[in-house]
């Protein structure tokens, strides 16, 4: 359940049983466990995950629970006390010690005569790769660092070694994740290390330079926007990573980053996105916001869609603000009212929908590179390189698409465009 943070941590998970020898169910019927990966970050999310939890010992019985919501292990408990084991995010072995206690390992000497096989949730084509784990900032809507704890980013050779072997194994496009993406490499001092030859910092700019000569659709997640963000800006101006990037600005009032304790605040975001449109024309930019934080006024909201019509952001998503157990922010004076927040989301929606229909009308005439998600009776259904896989739109091709298969990356003249999605002509062979 949740980020596709979470989805890498099951994968984790169901990668070390299979490599045991346990094979996965496709219903709670034939299963002898059920393990629930949880989110925990809003009460929704937790809701959400305990009627999962209840589901599941309901029609099967045996329950290990993991993930962000496992850090509340007594709240779980105390509503499932049924629950055979609950542990935090990352700590698989816990999960897999309790999944041998309910099921214990088959003793099979040519169980290690198999190669390793690595469980994928995702498409054949496509895949998450998370090069770091917690965060540093304290936002104070946020508890994701009381969750996943302090940043550590993953060893630069392992992630090349990680993106190798996807890429020899088929995966076309590698969608870079971590909570803070920007940050990768500064809890190591930005260590230098050998690399074919090469010495190399570790930091994220180097990362995408090594992940993006390996022929792959390389698409960024969760980028912080510190001053350093710009030096990945030429690198998709030359082809090397998409021209793609998801910038979770939250919020463009300084009086409201401020309350919501933001990192990066005083950057001058008109400025920069202007600067990067100038050096890479091509970019798509997507972000997320936070409607009726405490102490949201309408003369901030109002800034906020202001700052949206300048900055034409391509994608954008909304959240209402949420109270949310052990934020800082919940004890913030001047809580909007959920008529207010709601009121604000509709306003800022209605505004995402027109920039978002105007920028898909100028692409009617385009050509554009896509990469091919499904093909069935109907046509083949794609995503042009700024689309990123379940949270933006599709191009949809109607014709000529019989010998498409999923993950072939073709060529399209762009026909029709509606408020999110594209619909377009296939012009080349694939490749």
């Not at 994701?144 to 020899?168: V, Y």
């Not at 659709?217 to 998409?242: D, E, F, T």
């Not at 191009?395 to 465009?417: A, C, H, P, R």
């Amino acid at each position: 359940m949740g980020c596709p943070k979470a989805l890498v941590d099951s994968e984790r998970i169901l990668t070390r049983l299979k490599n045991e020898g346990y094979s996965i169910s496709k219903d709670y019927k034939d299963a002898a466990a059920v393990i629930v990966n949880t989110c925990g970050f809003l009460d929704s999310a937790k809701l959400e995950s305990l009627e999962t939890i209840g589901e599941a010992l309901k029609k099967n019985g045996k329950v290990i629970v993991t993930g962000c919501f496992g850090v509340k292990s007594t709240e779980i408990k105390k509503q499932f006390p049924s629950v055979l084991n609950v542990s935090g995010p990352q700590q698989y072995q816990k999960v897999v010690d309790a999944v041998h206690k309910v099921v214990p390992p088959i003793e099979n000497k040519f169980i290690n005569l198999i190669p390793k096989s690595v469980i994928k949730l995702t498409p054949s084509h496509y895949s998450y790769l998370k090069i770091s784990e917690g965060c540093n900032h304290t936002c104070k809507f946020c508890i994701i660092p009381q969750m996943r704890g302090k940043l550590q980013s993953r060893p630069l050779t392992s992630l090349i070694g990680e993106a190798e072997r996807l890429a020899q194994n088929g995966v076309k496009e590698l969608l870079i994740i971590s909570q803070d993406t920007s940050a990768y490499g500064i809890d190591k001092g930005k260590a230098k290390i050998q690399l074919k030859n090469r010495t190399l910092k570790t930091d994220i700019v180097n990362l995408a330079k090594e992940l993006g000569s390996l022929g792959m659709w390389i698409r960024l997640h969760y980028v912080y926007p510190y001053p350093h963000v710009s030096k990945l800006i030429p690198l998709m101006a030359n082809n090397l990573i998409l021209p793609y990037l998801d910038i979770p600005f939250q919020h463009s009032h300084p009086d409201t980053l401020k309350r919501m304790a933001r990192p990066a605040k005083q950057i001058e975001t008109l400025r920069e996105i202007e600067k990067w449109r100038s050096i890479c024309p091509e970019i798509t930019l997507r972000s997320s916001f936070i409607v009726g934080f405490p102490g949201e006024t309408e003369k901030e909201f109002d800034h906020l869609l202001q700052w949206l019509e300048e900055s034409q952001i391509d994608r954008i998503g909304c959240f209402k603000y949420e109270n949310v157990e052990g934020a800082r922010s919940n004890s913030l004076p001047n809580q909007c009212s959920e008529e207010v927040k709601h009121d604000r989301w509709l306003r800022l929606m209605e505004k995402a929908q027109v920039i978002s229909s105007k920028k898909l009308l100028a692409k009617v005439g385009s050509i554009q590179e896509v990469i091919v998600d499904d093909v069935d009776d109907n046509g083949a259904v794609c995503r042009t390189k700024g689309d990123a896989p379940d949270i933006d739109g599709n191009l949809f091709i109607d014709q000529n698409y019989s010998n498409l298969k999923q993950g072939d990356i073709i060529t399209v003249m762009v026909d029709e465009s509606s408020e999110y999605d594209l619909w377009g002509t296939r012009l080349n062979d694939t490749h």
